[in-house]
Every structure is written in C-alpha cells, then in structure tokens.
C-alpha cells in the first residue's frame, strides 16, 4: 500500500531558530499534500495544502510566512517552522493524495516539534 | 457551531463488545466519509471509506452514511484491547479535496 514516510518524528529546537520538517511518498507520486497540525487530546487541523510545482494554499488564520511550505517535486513536501517560539510546540502531521487513486490520503506518522 | 460533530468519549467498552462511534455533520456538499483511527503519537491509519450513502463492511468494521440525516456511523464487532485508540470520522467535498475531521472519540477496550 502506499507510505508516507516524515521525519523527524520528533524534533526539540531552541526558540528563534528554524526548523524542517519532510514528508515523502514512497511509493506513489503524490500530486497534494496536506499539513497539519494536532494538540493534545485535539483533531487535526488543517494548515495548508499544497500541490507539486504551485504556491501551498494556507488556511485562514495560518502565518504562510511562519510556516513555510515547499512541494518541488511529486514525492516531497517540506514545512519549515520559521523563528520557532514555544507556542509553536505541536504534532505535525502530513498527508499525501495518490494520484491513482482518491482513497490515497495517507498519513505520515507525525513530528512532535518542542521548542525550548 | 463545528462542521463536524464527534463525541470525544472517552468510550471504554469490555473485550469483545460491539464499539458504536458516529458522527454529524452541518455541510450537505459532503461526499465521501472516512473512518481513520489513531494510537497516541502516530499519524492517522485509514479504516474505512464511504461514497455517498449506505454501508460498507470490511472485517470487524461496518461503516454506515445516512446523508438524508447527515450522520455517519462505525461500528466495530467484537472489539479488542488493540482496538484502543481515537477514532476520527472525516468528509471531503469531491476526490481529492481536503478533509474535515470530527474531534475524535477515544476508545477504550478493556480486556
């Protein structure tokens, strides 16, 4: 079946600096990718999404110039936390959307970001 | 009020009861219904998926969509202690969308 892998899976970084998260298909190129982000005992929710080769579309309310999101190729997506504060500690997660097939939204296991 | 309503539990059921979990939800333009369950600290695991109305049985999981009352079901037989985790109902618009997600109800199977 098709995998997401992302790393890392978990990540501690001292505030002010940046940090990078991947997400990649590994066995299906995947045209959409979904971030997300999780709290505790929370659901998902959606930051943005993003499609190989265009800009991400970010949802309201998510600082594109914060969270910084790159789809260069079919099999990787990057988000990048920029100037981290300790209010960004979270789960982030992402998604990929198979192209050969609409039931392909896999999930990454997650990255567990603590900024210090 | 949420697009998508979910009871958040906890849910604690003894081995080998049948676990009910369902969702509601406000948006009539909604498609297709996923089921995903979650262990703490991973990334969401796809269980079942539905287009449209009507039920789907995969195994131990049936998945039920009643779009006439927008509320959309999953029910799991003879649950297990490995069944334990949150389960999240989730609906998208058209193929390929983004998904809405419920809150997430936690389940626990007590052996």
């Known amino acids: 079946g098709a995998v997401v892998s992302q790393h890392p899976s978990r990540v501690i970084c001292k505030s002010g600096t940046s940090v990078k998260i991947e997400c990649r298909s590994l066995?299906?190129?995947?045209?959409?990718m979904f971030w997300y982000r999780q709290f505790p005992k929370k659901s998902l929710m959606l930051m943005a999404t993003?499609?190989?080769?265009?800009?991400?579309?970010?949802e309201q309310g998510v600082e594109k110039d914060k969270f910084l999101i790159n789809h260069a190729s079919l099999t990787l997506s990057t988000l990048t936390v920029t100037s981290a504060h300790p209010e960004d500690s979270s789960f982030y997660i992402c998604?990929?959307?198979?192209?050969?097939?609409?039931?392909?939204?896999?999930f990454g296991s997650g990255t567990r970001l603590t900024v210090v | 009020q949420k697009e998508v309503e979910q009871d958040p539990g906890p849910l604690s059921v003894p081995e080998g009861a049948i676990v009910s979990l369902n969702c509601t939800y406000s948006?009539?333009?909604?498609?297709?219904f996923m089921w995903y369950r979650q262990y703490s600290r991973k990334g969401p695991e796809l269980l079942m998926y539905t287009y449209s109305s009507g039920n789907k049985e995969d195994g131990r999981f049936t998945a039920q969509v009643d779009k006439s009352s927008k509320y959309i079901s999953l029910f799991i037989r003879d649950s297990q202690p490995s069944d334990s985790a949150t389960y999240l109902c989730a609906m998208s618009e058209a193929a390929g969308n983004k998904l809405t997600f419920g809150g997430g109800t936690r389940v626990l199977v007590k052996p």
């Open positions: 066995d299906f190129q995947a045209t959409t």
């Open positions: 993003s499609n190989e080769g265009s800009k991400a579309t970010y």
């Open positions: 998604s990929a959307s198979d192209s050969r097939s609409y039931y392909g939204y896999t």
């Open positions: 948006n009539s333009a909604f498609q297709y």
